[in-house]
Every structure is written in structure tokens, then in C-alpha cells.
Nanobody, 120 residues
Framework: QVQLVESGGGMVQAGGSLRLSCAAS????????MGWYRQAPGKQRALVAT???????YYTDSVKGRFTISRDDAKNTVYLQMNSLKPEDTTVYYC??????????????WGQGTQVTVSS
């Protein structure tokens, strides 16, 4: 199985920055697409950004120009650099990793979630 460990959440004032990290470990042969989602209370989990193995990125409109997703395949880690944070960015952020495991199956794994709080 693939395990994900997230870090980097916290509290920041509006206009500030945070960097989230998500490290994958376990029975991994290769890591495919990686992404970040966020979920507010009572709402569905929503896509924030994704990055393919080849480095192609996608961002939801509300974070374009402010957030940057990146990956380090040597460390099986995905990052989300969040700049110019707004109070409406406050919520729990989850990483998602799709990986080929040692049984040559596909694991679609989620991190435990990390809270981001932006004060006005």
C-alpha cells in the first residue's frame, strides 16, 4: 500500500504564504499524477491543482497566479506553494497521489488532510 504524509499547513494573515508538502511511501513502483484538493465543511472536495508525471499542471481558476504545484520524483513528494493567500482559501487541504504498486496495480491514495487558516 501507498501511504501519504502531509505537512506545512497552519495559520497565516491574508497576503501571506504557506507551502504544503505531501510525501508518498510504501510499495511504490512509480508515481503518476499528483494533486491537491480542498474541502470546506459541508461541501464536496474540490480540485485545486494537479501535476502529471511529465510536469504538466492544471489549476482551478481561483488559485491561478497565486498557487504553484511542483513535484520531486526522487522523493515521491508533491508541493503546493501558496502565495497571496485570501481568507476564502481557509479550509482543509488534501493531497492525492496515483501510483503503481509492487503488485502492478494502481493505488489512488489520499493524505490525512492539513488545515490552512487565513485571517483577514
Amino acid at each position: 500500500q501507498v501511504q501519504l504524509v502531509e505537512s506545512g499547513g497552519g495559520m497565516v494573515q491574508a497576503g501571506g504564504s504557506l507551502r504544503l508538502s505531501c510525501a508518498a511511501s510504501g510499495s511504490i513502483v512509480s508515481v503518476g499524477a499528483m494533486g491537491w484538493y480542498r474541502q470546506a465543511p459541508g461541501k464536496q472536495r474540490a480540485l485545486v491543482a494537479t501535476i502529471t508525471r511529465g510536469g504538466s499542471t492544471y489549476y482551478t481558476d481561483s488559485v491561478k497566479g497565486r498557487f504553484t504545484i511542483s513535484r520531486d520524483d526522487a522523493k515521491n513528494t508533491v508541493y503546493l506553494q501558496m502565495n497571496s493567500l485570501k481568507p476564502e482559501d481557509t479550509t482543509v487541504y488534501y493531497c492525492n497521489v496515483k501510483a503503481v504498486n509492487t503488485r502492478l496495480g494502481i493505488d489512488d491514495s489520499w493524505g490525512q488532510g492539513t488545515q490552512v487558516t487565513v485571517s483577514s
